[in-house]
């Protein structure tokens, strides 16, 4: 089956609150993700702090597809994608985030992204498979 | 268990080449998700048009959360994610994509972000534990 990439979808619990309320702290995240995976930013991030004791939402465009991150302060929980449409070695996520937000627990799920199978064209656009017909 | 949000993920098959590469087809769809769904943009939308015959690669920061798109012009192919943190009508992907992409498949994931449990937090910084130890 085609694969298109490959997604890895984090989340953490037991995080310091404060360092969610932190845009900068989430940015030391990214850079690190980035850096140790060779990865290459396209233009610019997109950060917003949500406002109060609300949390953070980065977005990263890479030539390998996407980065992004939510924080929920209040609940002490980050959550992370990863989309990378080329192969890459897993990121050590559950010992980065307990390191860098005071992280208690970490799930990492990876997830294939597979195109269904699409019906074949339609027959007056594929002569392929109208001269196989004919064949027949 | 505790949810922070919903997160869908569509591939589509079979699109039109040509509408894979153009931004404005992807800006499209990203409009009308955004319309139809209530939801709303934070800031500026992230667009990369790949060269030559390469895809385009979308991203926007929602108040409610993100979402993103790639798209494969080699492969017919189109991935997008959608992710919540707030309660939402699930969008009919399967019959607009047909409409905008020209998709002859399209398959939609349904992913909860479901934090795991993490341990308790140290005894020193818990007083109300200390507190139901001193009861007990």
Redesign the interface.
Known sequence: M?T??T?W?I????CDAGRLRDAEELRAVFARVVAELGLRV???Q?W?K?PGEGGV?G?A?L?E??L?C?T?PE???A?F?L?C?RERAAWPWDERLREMLG?????V?C?R???????P?PFESSPQFTLHEGEA
């Open positions: 085609l298109v990439g997604e979808l989340e953490a619990s037991g396209v233009g610019e997109v917003h949500f939402t977005l465009l030539t597809s996407h992004a939510h929920y609940f002490g929980v959550t994608n989309y449409c992280a208690r627990a970490v799930s799920r997830v992204r597979e195109p269904p199978a699409s019906a064209p």
